[in-house]
Structures are given as structure tokens and as C-alpha cells.
């Protein structure tokens, strides 16, 4: 029993990492509410919470590395104590931007890539298999637990409350570490900060560019940003295209400069040739389109839920329930599949799962939800998450010595929180472009008076903002429409909404094939089955 517990103490925290994310998602609507914010700011934090991760999770593996895994595990968790502490005392969106989006994102740089290297220290052979697949589980576990616990908390109790628990647990966990064994000789080593400003800026501005393309447009300009009065958009492109093109340019600097730091023979932050190991590559990308996938799914569907059907935070957790239980299951399903399937075949059934899923959640956007069907495509969605989760830590961990597991550990999170980024970022960019030009082709085609169309884009100029369908015929009330006009536009609001959350869906199809390319180094023996020589033939 001692054995297991360091999985316990480490997947605790492992709980807490991914949990966050989920609960905040599936409060979307009372979080906008109590801080007196939008969608699109809890949009925003909700990206940089993961951004933070992603920009800076190598040089927190870096610092494990020097410091010692189980202390920067410790110092990582008491950091996200103090951020989660914050936040749940947070009483606008830039105390909890700060608390949430920064702090616990960097609390988080130093926990997951420990986490990581830890279960490496700690067991060995098939007992390392089996603790990758915990530690999986309770990601999925997590995943999948957090819009119930979230959405019956934020209904009976309060938001607030969760972030409370997560300074509870964190703070059992650092008094449990002690427990951990760290094995591994800790490194005397110069961390390089150009390279840590390069790889953090790069991914900034690449995600920090999408974000704003709902805004900006993506290379036409739409309502650029200014200063002085003066709109930014050089050479009349958007500034959406030139922060990723920017971005794009570091990080191949910063590429660049890891290569010229071994040829030196000093410490890279990274050690790209690593990314020449095919298995490695494909589990990376296959795992950030997976958090691609997942993120862009816990952000579409509370929208679709909550804003566009009304439900409350607890009935949105209800509904997301099946994907809940068929993660769980499918995550201990997986381990066991992995003794007579390889992990090619479990992730692609897994990959071809998500995308059926998705057509089918897709066919249940509408008006009225399709509750057979939605539940069906939430438990599917769940079974290749599943799948995908009791699979991915392995590949990526025993495709590299126990020497780096630390930085594959980095490389992990890396992937896992550019994923979610992206996966929020371009999904809600997605959603919020089709909203504006639905509905804005919704009302040029309505019966509306030429006064009301002329107020009507006067009001939009700047973008549409995801509000509830119900509260529209109110507000159009409020800025001085008559009650038919306004019930005509409230019915016009709607109907965008639901074909918006289509197209979005649609999106995800398309990012679960395309994922289908990157399993192709994905090891296809089974683990400790040698092939025969007619399979080699």
C-alpha cells in the first residue's frame, strides 16, 4: 500500500491541475454574472490559464531538474494554493485573471512536469505502466467530474468554493510529499533566458492572435486595436496575422537556438533532437489534438447549454454526465485493451471514436435539445478521451530514458496546455465569427424596418457578444425597440446562436481527422509481445 501511495499523493494533484478548467466551463454563465463580466472575458482567462502553462512549462521542467523533482513539485504546489486562495476571494475578472490565468499557471509549470518524472523515480517495468495509466485515469477522472462537481457547487453553493477545496487538497498534498521518492541527481546547469523568452513569447503571441481574430478579423482587418486614435493594422492586414506570423518566427529561434546551445555544448532548455524519435512525436501531437478536441468541447457546449437553452449550471453537469461515466470506464478499459491491443490500434479507435462523437453532437444542436442523441455523443466523446488517456503518458514516457523524463514530462504539458489553448482560442473564435455573420445575415433578411437593421449595426459594429437567448428581447427593449421588433430579433439571436454552434462543431470534426495523421509513429507492437516473423514479413 505505501508503494501506491506516492500515485495517490500524485494524482491528487494531478486531479486538481486538470480540474480547474472544467469547473470554471461549466460556470461560465454565473461567473460572467457575479464578476459583472462577458463570455468573451472568461473566454480569455480561461485560454491564459492554459497559456501560462504552455509558455513557460519547459523552463519549469528545466527547474526541476536543478532544484530537485519532489521540491519544485512542493514549491509548484504551494504556489497554486496561493492562486487558487485568490481567486476564490477574487472580486472582479482581473483578480481572478491574476489569481487563476497567472498564478496557478505557474504553479502548474513546476507540478506537471514533476508529476511526470516522479512516477519514473518511483516505479518501475510493468508497475510504471500501470501508474502512467492511474495518473491518466485521474486526468480523465477529472475531465470528467469536473462540470458535476463544478456545476453542483456553483448551483447550491457558490463557484468560489472549489478554488477553497483545491487550497484544502494542495495543501494535503505538500504535507504528504515526503512520501515521494526522488531518485534523480539534481543538474548543474546555466538556464538560458533567451531561450525561455523566446519560447514564451512565440507561443503567446500565436495563441494570444487567435484569440483576438473574433475581434481583429484574420488577415482583413475588422475593428483593429488602437492607439492614439489610430487603428493598428500595418499594410491594411490584421494584427491577428502578424502576431502569429511573429510568433511563428520565435519559435523557430527559439528552435534554432537550441541547436546552436548543444553544438556549444551548453544546457538547451529543450533538446529538440528529440523530436526526431517518431513515437515521441506522434504521442505529442496526437495529445495536443486530443486537449485541442477536449477544450474546444467543455468551452462550446456549457455555451450551448446555458446560453442558448437556458439551463443552469448543475443541469449543464447533468447533461455532460455521460461523458463522465464513459471516460472513467474507458480510461481502466484502456489499460486492460493495452495487453492484447498496441497502442496504435487503441488511440486510432479511440481517434475514429471522437470524430463520430463529434457528427453526433453536431446533429444534436438544436433549438430543442436532442437529448437521446447529445447523450449519445457525450458518451462517445468520453470512450475516446478514455481510450486516448490510458495510452498517451506511456508512449511518451517510454519512448525517452529515465534521464528525460523530466523534460518529456515539460514537453507533455507543453502540448497538453497549447492544445487547450488553441482548441479555445480557434473554437471561440470559430463560434463568435459565425455568430456575427449569421446574425447578421439573419437580420438583413428580416422584415425589420430600415431604422431598427440601422440601430441594430450600429449596436454590432464592434463584434456581437455571446449573451442568453432569452435576455435578448429584453435588451433589444431596452435600446429602444417595440416588442415585436425585439421578439423578432431575440428569435433572429437564436437561431445564429444554434447555427454558430453547428459550424463550431463542425470544426472539431475536422481537427479529430486531421489528429488521425499524427498517430502514425504510435508504437503497433503490443507491450512486451515480441512479432512473429510472418508479422514482420
Not at 505 to 529: D, Q, T, W
Request: proline letters at 2%; glycine letters at 10%.
Amino acid at each position: 500500500m505505501r508503494k501506491w501511495s506516492v500515485v495517490i499523493i500524485l494524482g491528487c494533484a494531478q486531479f486538481v491541475m486538470v480540474l480547474d478548467g472544467t469547473v470554471m466551463n461549466v460556470s461560465i454563465s454565473t461567473v460572467v454574472d457575479d464578476l459583472g463580466t462577458s463570455v468573451a472575458a472568461m473566454q480569455a482567462a480561461i485560454t491564459f490559464y492554459t497559456l501560462t502553462m504552455a509558455a513557460v512549462m519547459l523552463l519549469g521542467a528545466k527547474l526541476g531538474d536543478v532544484w530537485g523533482r519532489r521540491r519544485a513539485f512542493v514549491v509548484g504546489s504551494c504556489i497554486y494554493a496561493v492562486g487558487s486562495l485568490i481567486t476564490s476571494l477574487s472580486p472582479n475578472v482581473q483578480m481572478l485573471f491574476l489569481g487563476w490565468s497567472i498564478i496557478e499557471g505557474l504553479g502548474a509549470v513546476l507540478v506537471i512536469p514533476a508529476i511526470a518524472a516522479l512516477v519514473a523515480d518511483n516505479y518501475q517495468g510493468r508497475q510504471r505502466v500501470t501508474a502512467y495509466a492511474i495518473i491518466g485515469a485521474v486526468s480523465g477522472a477529472a475531465v470528467a467530474a469536473g462540470p458535476l462537481i463544478g456545476g453542483f457547487v456553483t448551483t447550491y453553493f457558490s463557484w468560489r468554493y472549489v478554488f477553497v477545496a483545491e487550497v484544502v487538497i494542495m495543501a494535503g498534498v505538500v504535507l504528504s510529499a515526503r512520501l515521494v521518492t526522488d531518485t534523480t541527481k539534481r543538474q548543474i546547469v546555466r538556464i538560458d533566458v533567451l531561450s525561455v523568452l523566446l519560447s514564451a513569447f512565440g507561443l503567446v503571441s500565436v495563441v494570444f492572435g487567435m484569440l483576438q481574430s473574433k475581434t481583429w478579423g484574420w488577415i482583413t482587418p475588422l475593428s483593429s486595436p488602437e492607439i492614439g486614435g489610430v487603428e493598428i493594422a500595418p499594410l491594411g492586414i490584421s494584427m491577428t496575422a502578424w502576431l502569429m506570423l511573429a510568433g511563428g518566427a520565435l519559435i523557430h529561434a527559439f528552435a534554432r537556438r537550441q541547436l546552436l546551445l548543444v553544438a556549444r555544448g551548453d544546457s538547451p532548455l529543450v533538446h529538440i533532437e528529440m523530436f526526431s524519435i517518431s513515437q515521441l512525436r506522434s504521442g505529442l501531437s496526437v495529445l495536443g489534438a486530443q486537449y485541442t478536441v477536449t477544450a474546444g468541447l467543455f468551452f462550446m457546449v456549457p455555451v450551448y447549454l446555458q446560453m442558448t437553452l437556458g439551463l443552469d449550471a448543475l443541469q449543464t453537469g447533468m447533461r455532460i454526465f455521460p461523458l463522465s461515466i464513459s471516460l472513467i470506464l474507458f480510461s481502466i478499459a484502456g489499460t486492460a485493451l493495452s495487453r492484447i491491443w498496441s497502442p496504435r490500434r487503441i488511440v486510432r479507435v479511440g481517434q475514429l471514436i471522437l470524430v463520430v462523437s463529434a457528427a453526433l453532437l453536431l446533429g444534436a444542436t438544436t433549438a430543442e435539445l436532442r437529448s437521446g442523441i447529445f447523450a449519445a455523443g457525450m458518451f462517445l466523446a468520453g470512450t475516446a478521451l478514455g481510450l486516448l488517456a490510458s495510452q498517451l503518458g506511456n508512449v511518451n514516457m517510454s519512448s525517452v530514458t529515465e534521464k528525460e523524463t523530466s523534460e518529456v514530462g515539460g514537453l507533455q504539458g507543453v502540448f497538453q496546455n497549447l492544445g487547450s489553448s488553441l482548441g479555445i482560442a480557434l473554437i471561440g473564435s470559430i463560434l463568435i465569427g459565425a455568430l456575427a455573420t449569421s446574425f447578421a445575415s439573419g437580420v438583413s433578411s428580416s422584415d425589420l424596418s430600415p431604422a431598427t437593421r440601422e440601430l441594430i449595426s450600429q449596436e454590432t459594429h464592434n463584434g456581437i457578444t455571446i449573451v442568453p437567448a432569452a435576455s435578448v428581447a429584453d435588451i433589444a427593449s431596452e435600446a429602444g425597440l417595440n416588442t415585436s421588433d425585439a421578439e423578432t430579433l431575440a428569435t433572429i439571436y437564436r437561431e445564429s446562436q444554434i447555427s454558430s454552434l453547428r459550424v463550431a462543431f463542425f470544426g472539431l470534426i475536422v481537427v479529430s481527422l486531421l489528429a488521425l495523421f499524427f498517430s502514425r509513429g504510435i508504437p503497433s507492437e503490443v507491450a512486451g509481445k515480441k512479432r512473429t516473423k510472418a508479422e514482420l514479413e
